[in-house]
Structure formats: C-alpha cells, structure tokens
C-alpha cells in the first residue's frame, strides 16, 4: 500500500473498479469519466499497450478505484458491482423513477440486472421479454404489448441485447414520450425506424459503461434491495480453470443444459 493511501488498511476487502481514467480532460472533471478518451480498462485491447485483466493472484491499482466492501457483503456479490453499475448508469441516464413502467429486452445478467434495479426504484410495473414471447410475436412488438397488457407502450425500455431486431422494437414497444436505453453491444451499425422515433418524441438515449457508480451498487447490495441477485451466479471456476469458464460462456449453457449467466473465477 502506498505511503500516501488514506481510508483504506492492509487485509481490508475491496471491491475493484476496472477502470483508469486520466482524472485531468474535461470528461472526468465533469465527473463522466466513462468517456474519458485516455480510459485504460483492465482486459480491454482498445488501447496500447494493453491493460491485464483481473484474473491473477495479485494487482496494482489505484487506491481511488477500491472501494470498501461492506460486512454483510460476500465477495462473489461484491463482484457483481461491476455489472450492476453498467444499470445504475443506465437507469440515471434515463432518468428511471418510482411509477415508471419499464420493459427489458434480453434476460442475460445484464438484463436481468436491469429488472432488479428497477424493482429497486420502485417502478409501477416491470417486464422483460422472453425468447418464448418474442418467438410468437416475431415482429409485431404490439401483440407483445397487449400480452403485457400495456397497449401504449412502456415509459422506459433497456434493449439489453445489441440485437437489430430488438432496438427496433424497443422503439415501437416505448410510449409516445418515453425513453429507449441502448445498453446492449452489438453491430456498428443497425437500421432504426427513427420516424416512428421523432413523431412520437422517443428519446433514444446510449450508455456506455459506468461513473460513479460502485459505492450505490454496494450499498444496494449491503441493504438487501435486489432480492435473489445471488441466483445470477450459476457456475464457479478455480483460477487456474479461467480457460474452461470462458469456454462455457462462449457455448452459453453447460453440459446440462442450465444457462451460464455470470460465471465466478477463483475467490477465497
């Protein structure tokens, strides 16, 4: 530990935020790091040289970017702040309140996280379309709608899934006015039906990573307020076993044909 390090001890379980901004552009002064030009995020090739990742025994990093775990806080739910900070963000971005009805494309982690937080938030009601539903409403999202028995649309919708299909969607399932966030990654470049968008006044808002996130993250999961987040984590690998994890990520589901949503590599 640094000489300079404050409000941090040696033993004390940390959780670690991946990524290093310049902390000097006007980005992070403006406290939206996240896109910051000059972030360097662990296990990512976009800059040079490249960042390791975090799947070794031991790292060096920035005392600003650990963040204390609460007691009451193991370290596998610990590790799901990073991921649930992608949705603390996203829900800021779209300004989520009590009372909004929200609807979710994609039922991975993420959104299924998306649900969680908001639950959180106390949204009036929360859906998320399932392969089952968007198999039999194909491209028609109005017949998802009234299955939902929301005919007008949902206040904020989280595409989840990078799909072209579902981004287009998720515009015509959002309510005139409404907000679509654009959480999922996937082709550069997709085809969006932006008049049904700007004559109904859609905002369609992207959100990229995370800021300032990590600290609520933890208290929400020190408070207990996302019921059964621990069911997310459904497989487990030794560090020395990292390569099989990421194997099974790549297939998607084991030999038993139970899903791998968010997989954990090594822990105490």
């Known amino acids: 530990m640094g000489s300079q390090v404050s409000g941090l001890r040696i ?10 901004m310049c902390s000097n552009c006007d980005y992070c ?9 000059g972030m360097r995020f662990c296990s990512s090739a976009k800059t040079f040289p490249h960042l390791d990742g975090t799947l070794q025994d031991s790292m060096n990093h920035p005392a600003h970017l650990l963040h204390p775990i609460p007691d009451n806080v193991s370290f596998e739910q610990a590790a799901l702040a990073e991921p649930l900070s992608v949705l603390i ?7 989520l309140q009590k009372g909004h009805t929200v609807l979710v494309f994609g039922v991975g982690a993420i959104g299924l ?12 009601r929360v859906a998320k379309t399932t392969e089952d539903i968007l198999r039999r409403t194909k491209e028609n999202i109005m017949m998802a709608l009234q299955e939902f028995d929301e005919p007008d649309g949902f206040d904020i919708v989280f595409e989840c899934t990078g799909a072209e299909p579902c981004i287009q969607m998720s515009i015509h399932a959002c309510i005139a006015g409404g907000k679509v966030m654009l959480v999922g990654m996937g082709a550069r470049n997709v085809l969006l039906p932006i008049s049904a968008a700007a004559t109904r006044e859609v ?7 995370y800021a300032n996130t990590y600290p609520q993250a933890l208290a929400l999961l020190s408070a207990g307020a996302l019921p059964n987040i621990d069911k997310l984590i459904t497989h487990r690998f030794a560090l020395e076993d990292a390569g099989a994890a990421f194997e099974l990520l790549a297939k998607g589901a084991d030999e038993h044909g139970r899903l791998a949503l968010k997989v954990m590599v090594g822990g105490p």
């Open 113 to 124: 996280l998306a649900c969680s937080i908001a639950r959180s938030r106390h949204a009036a």
């Open 11 to 20: 033993g004390q379980r940390v959780a670690i935020e991946c990524g290093l």
């Open 89 to 95: 963000h996203a829900s800021r971005r779209a300004g």
């Open 29 to 37: 002064k403006k406290g939206r790091y996240n896109l910051c030009k």
């Open 203 to 209: 905002d369609i808002l992207g959100s990229f990573r």
